[in-house]
């Protein structure tokens, strides 16, 4: 993984690819000479919006392809800057971040000093649930492509491990072993109806348990930990494949679903009415062919398809051999909805009429097939070659990078395009976008290489344990 050529399976050209990791490298935030991070845009027109700061959750492929290209500096002074950052103590006034969180994004400020933001300053001050569980699994990958332990096993790295173990599994009203999170805390990070237990959270916790997992050491409380996080896992994956899974005999059972089933022997357990299923699904979902659901929780079933959420759970194992290339048909069966000219759809499909209004508070940038409203987001293609690859079958990815790779270059590397097809470039979005550039990048490099997985990707090999709800 030393060597950052392409290989013979790679997509892009020579002048794609410089033109893409110029943008990165331009893109990469120094402090105290070291560098901590890539901003989000180099957009000259981005005006005074947070695009010149660090986040977390975009640097993650940024940082993924760095590691595959052999370059794994950067990657530590990120995790050693945003572990400095982590909110460490507790507070009960409601205004402080809790302990353990790491922060949505950073900035170096004008004294040269770094300021963290929790989400207090974001565009409807959304808590950053994500960064976390995204920062324990780039320690992970850091730790299996580098060698390095020391980094993960020094006491300031437990510490911070830990708290974020505690943010995750130990305070809460819900009964269910997923994480119950607000609206907007994640890639979705304005009102989509979202709110809940959004499957992308879902899935991210489950590789941040993960990878706690391998990562935490055995002096003091480590096993305590290692335990709590193991049932924890066991549970959360018997769960999200029994009740978050959608395939064809699964809607037969809801759609003859009872309901106001009372006690322990209730099939429908969540008691989902079945005629809350959408008239577009049942056309829509091929056989063979299936996908987790983007949401779950009393009396509500959110049917839409989310592509990361989906995709990470390929490549995190929660998914299994059989339902991960379930996803995969589906994604080939669909890809002129899911792909189409621009890959890929955020969601699937758009939020209209009535239910977009309600759902998104008449939001201007949300508006159908657009931004996170199914709009078209290029930095998922590296998810969808990973995926592939976990699969057997990287022909989807090959085509979507292939057709994408001409407009991008052309368009100026944007955050996302709209339309049903994704033929027109986001009418907010701003161009040099340093994921999408990445996401490209990593996607190219994995069709070409795909030996990053044996430290980006989880084996198959939790034994789930039955929970009741």
């Known amino acids: 993984m030393n060597d950052a050529s392409p290989g013979p399976g790679a997509v892009l050209s020579g002048r794609q690819r410089d033109q893409a990791r110029r943008l990165l490298d331009d893109a990469v935030v120094r402090f105290r000479g070291d560098p901590v991070g890539t901003v989000a845009a180099t957009d000259p027109e981005a005006g005074n919006q947070n695009y010149d700061q660090v986040f977390v959750r975009d640097f993650m492929p940024v940082a993924l392809y760095y590691l595959a290209a052999g370059e794994p500096g950067i990657v530590r002074h ?9 909110a460490s103590e507790r507070s009960l006034t409601g205004q402080q971040p809790g302990a353990g969180l790491i922060p949505a994004s950073f900035k170096v400020g004008d004294d040269g000093a770094l300021v963290p933001d929790y989400g207090g300053n974001a565009i409807g001050r959304v808590a950053p649930v994500d960064s976390s569980l995204w920062w324990l699994y780039l320690l992970r990958v850091y730790t299996e492509v580098t060698g390095d332990r020391s980094l993960a096993a020094g006491p300031e790295f437990q510490q911070a491990i830990k708290r974020i173990l505690e943010l995750c599994l130990v305070s809460r009203f819900d009964m269910y072993p997923t994480l119950l999170v607000p609206d907007g805390s ?14 992308e959270i879902q899935v991210l916790f489950y590789m941040a348990l993960r990878a706690a997992e391998e990562l935490l050491g055995e002096a003091d409380d480590g096993w305590i930990y290692r335990e709590a996080v193991q049932e924890r896992m066991g549970m959360l994956l018997y769960y999200l494949r029994t009740y978050y899974w959608l ?6 059972q809801i759609h003859r679903f009872a309901t106001e089933e009372y006690g322990p022997d209730a099939v429908n357990a969540f008691n989902i009415v079945p005629e809350s299923v959408p008239t577009w699904l049942p056309d829509w979902l091929p056989e063979p062919g299936g996908f987790f659901v983007g949401n779950l929780g009393p009396a509500r079933m959110d049917f839409r398809f989310f592509s990361q959420g989906n995709l ?9 051999e059989r339902l991960a290339g379930e996803i995969m048909a589906l994604v080939a069966a669909k890809a002129g909805d899911l792909i189409a000219e621009m890959p890929m759809k955020l969601c699937y499909p758009a939020l209209e009429g009535e239910d977009w209004r309600i759902m998104t508070g008449s939001d ?23 995926a592939g690859h976990r699969t057997g079958g990287t022909q989807v990815a090959e085509r979507a990078l292939a057709a994408a ?3 991008l270059e052309r368009t100026d590397w944007p955050e996302y395009f709209d ?44 034994t789930p344990i039955e929970c009741s709800v």
């Not at 994640?186 to 499957?199: A, K, S, T």
């Not at 990470?312 to 299994?320: C, E, I, T």
């Not at 201007?364 to 657009?370: D, E, H, L, R």
């Not at 490209?440 to 290489?449: G, M, Q, R, S």
């Open 78 to 86: 990120f995790l050693a800057r945003t572990r400095e950052m982590q």
């Open 186 to 199: 994640f890639m979705v990070d304005r009102r989509l109806g979202v709110y809940g237990n959004p499957l």
């Open 247 to 252: 395939d064809l005999p699964r809607l037969n």
């Open 312 to 320: 990470l759970a390929v490549l995190s194992g929660l998914a299994g």
């Open 364 to 386: 201007g940038k949300n508006v159908p097939w657009s931004y996170h409203n199914a709009g078209s987001w290029p930095v998922l293609t590296w998810l969808l070659a990973a």
């Open 405 to 407: 790779a001409d407009r």
């Open 419 to 462: 339309g049903r097809r994704g033929r027109l470039v986001g009418k907010e979005a701003h161009c040099f976008q340093s994921w999408t550039a990445a996401g490209v990048l990593l996607a190219d490099h994995l069709l070409a290489d795909p030996s990053l997985l044996d430290a980006a990707a989880f084996a198959d090999d939790v």
